[in-house]
C-alpha cells in the first residue's frame, strides 16, 4: 500500500470519528436536556447512545492515555448491572434500610427474591444513560490533531445555542424542548433554567481561558461569546446560576489581571492590555447595574425577594441525613431517590410540592449508592490529578495558572450548584464534563500531536483560537 493510499484511509477514518461525534454532540444537545427518566425522549437517546458506543467501540484499538477512564467507566457499568441482579430473600433481607419493606412482606407471608435497589426500573435506566459519560471519552482521542478545536468550539457552541434559545424563550415564549415544566422561562436546551443558567456560566469560564490565549478576531469572537452568555445566566430566574456567575466573573477577573500584569512586567510598561481588562471589567460592572436597575437580573432579584431558608430543600434535609444514615454502606439504589422518600416523608412536610430529587446531588448520591459513589469520584480524581502532574511540567507559570484556574473555577461551579440541585443529572451537562477529561488528561500526548509539533495544551489552545473563522 502506499503512502498515499495510507494519507486517504486515514483521512476517511478521521472524518467517520468526526461525524460520529458530531451525530452525538446534536443527539444529546436535542434530548438530553432533562433528568427526567419518563420522557419520550429517553428511550431514543439510550438507544442512540449505545448504537454510537458500539460502533465506537468497534473502531478504536487504543484508548491511549483516557484507558483508566474507559476502565472506570466500564466498572461503573458493572456495579450498576449488579444492582439490578436479583438477591435471595435471606441474603437479600441482611441489607440496610430494607426493614420496612421486609416487614410488608412478612404482614403478607411473602417472600420474594429482590434486587439491591428498592428501584429497579429507575436503575436500569441509569444503565441505559451509562455510555453518556463512556461514549464522549471514546471518540475525543480520535479526533486527531484538530482535537482541541473540536472539543473547545462543540461546546461553546451548544453553549451559544442553548443561550440563544434561552432568549427567544424569554421573549416570545416559543422553542421549548420541555414545555411540561419549563413555560414562562428561559432554559435554552435544558429542561430546568437552574440547569440552564449554570452551564452557561460553566461555559463562560472555559471562554475566560480561551480569550487570554487568543489573538486577531478569535479574540473578539470569545469576547462576543462571552458577552452572550454573561447576559444570559444574569437574566435567569436562578440562584445558583447568578452564584455560578460570580465564580465565572472571579476566574475572568483573575486571568485577564495575571496576563495583563505579566505582559506589562515583560513589556517594563502598562500596555493596552491592562486597560482593555480594566475597561471590560467596567463594562460588565456597568452592564450587571443596568441589568439589577431595571429589575433584568433575575436571580438576584430572587436572592432579594425570597427567603432561603423557606425553600423545602431546607426542610428535607433532615430527612435525606437520615435516608442516608440507613442506607449506609450500600445505599438504595441508583435513581431510586424519589420512590424512597415516600417512605421517610413525615407529616411536617407533606405538602402539594412535588420532591422527585433531594436538590442536593451530593448527598443524594450518598442516599443512592452508600460509599460506592465516592470511591468511583476518588479513583477519577486521582486517575485526572496524576495525568495533569505529568503534563504541566511541560507548561511555563503563566499556563500552569491558566489551567489550575479553570480547572479549579470549574470545580467550584460543580460544587456549588450541585449542593444546591442537580445539574449533572442531565444527560448534556454529563456529556459536556466527560468531554473536558479528555484535554486535562491527553491534549499534550504524542498520539494527539502533529508530528512536527512540541506544544503543549495552552499553546495549541492559542493556535485554535487564533486560526480561521471556521473555527468557532
Known amino acids: 500500500m502506499s503512502q498515499s493510499q495510507r494519507t486517504a484511509i486515514r483521512a476517511s477514518s478521521l472524518n467517520i470519528d468526526r461525524a460520529l461525534f458530531a451525530v452525538m454532540l446534536f443527539l444529546v444537545a436535542l434530548l438530553g436536556g432533562s433528568s427526567r427518566y419518563d420522557l419520550v425522549q429517553v428511550a431514543p437517546l439510550q438507544f442512540s447512545l449505545w448504537f454510537l458506543l458500539g460502533i465506537a467501540l468497534a473502531r478504536s484499538t487504543d484508548f491511549g492515555e483516557v484507558r483508566p477512564l474507559v476502565i472506570l467507566s466500564l466498572l461503573y457499568v458493572v456495579w450498576l448491572l449488579l444492582q439490578i441482579i436479583p438477591l435471595p430473600h435471606g441474603a437479600w433481607t441482611y441489607l440496610p434500610g430494607r426493614e420496612a419493606v421486609e416487614a410488608v412482606e412478612v404482614a403478607l407471608a411473602e417472600h420474594h427474591s429482590r434486587p439491591v435497589s428498592l428501584a429497579p426500573g429507575r436503575t436500569f435506566n441509569a444503565l441505559g444513560y451509562a455510555p453518556v459519560f463512556l461514549l464522549p471519552l471514546v471518540l475525543a482521542v480520535r479526533l486527531g490533531d484538530n482535537s482541541a478545536k473540536f472539543i473547545m468550539g462543540s461546546v461553546v457552541t451548544l453553549a451559544l445555542v442553548s443561550a440563544l434559545l434561552g ?242 473555577t470549574l470545580a467550584a461551579i460543580l460544587l456549588v450548584s450541585s449542593a444546591v440541585d442537580y445539574p449533572l443529572r442531565t444527560p448534556l451537562f454529563q456529556m459536556t464534563v466527560a468531554l473536558f477529561f479528555v484535554p486535562l488528561i491527553c491534549f499534550s500526548a504524542p498520539s494527539l500531536r502533529a508530528p512536527e509539533s512540541k506544544s503543549t495544551l495552552p499553546s495549541r489552545l492559542m493556535t485554535v483560537t487564533s486560526g480561521t473563522k471556521g473555527n468557532h
Not at 463594562?283 to 443596568?290: E, F, K, N, R, V
Not at 439589577?292 to 435525606?320: H, N, Q
Open 167 to 408: 432568549i427567544l424563550q424569554d421573549r416570545g415564549g416559543v422553542g421549548y424542548f420541555y414545555a411540561t415544566t419549563s413555560v414562562g422561562k428561559p432554559v435554552g436546551l435544558f429542561a430546568n433554567t437552574n440547569h440552564y443558567a449554570v452551564y452557561g456560566a460553566f461555559v463562560l469560564s472555559l471562554c475566560a481561558f480561551l480569550f487570554v490565549r487568543a489573538t486577531g478576531f478569535a479574540k473578539g469572537a470569545v469576547a462576543l461569546a462571552s458577552g452572550l452568555l454573561f447576559i444570559s445566566v444574569l437574566s435567569a430566574p436562578s440562584r445558583a446560576g447568578f452564584a455560578c456567575l460570580l465564580i465565572a466573573a472571579a476566574c475572568w477577573l483573575s486571568l485577564g489581571l495575571t496576563h495583563a500584569y505579566a505582559r506589562g512586567r515583560r513589556d517594563a510598561k502598562p500596555s493596552w492590555r491592562m486597560l482593555a481588562v480594566c475597561g471590560l471589567g467596567l463594562g460588565l460592572t456597568a452592564l450587571l447595574g443596568t441589568f439589577v436597575f431595571f429589575g433584568r437580573a433575575s436571580g438576584l432579584a430572587r436572592i432579594l425577594s425570597d427567603d432561603p431558608f423557606a425553600d423545602l430543600r431546607i426542610e428535607i434535609f433532615p430527612v435525606i441525613i437520615a435516608m442516608i444514615r440507613d442506607f449506609l454502606p450500600i445505599g438504595a439504589g441508583v435513581g431510586s431517590f424519589e420512590d424512597v422518600f415516600y417512605i421517610y416523608e413525615g407529616n411536617d412536610i407533606l405538602q402539594a410540592d412535588y420532591v422527585n430529587m433531594a436538590h442536593n446531588d451530593l448527598l443524594q448520591v450518598i442516599v443512592e449508592g452508600g460509599v460506592f459513589p465516592l470511591v468511583f469520584v476518588a479513583a477519577l480524581l486521582v486517575v485526572t490529578v496524576r495525568a495533569m502532574r505529568r503534563k504541566l511540567v511541560d507548561y511555563t507559570a503563566l499556563e500552569r495558572f491558566d489551567m489550575l484556574a479553570l480547572v479549579a
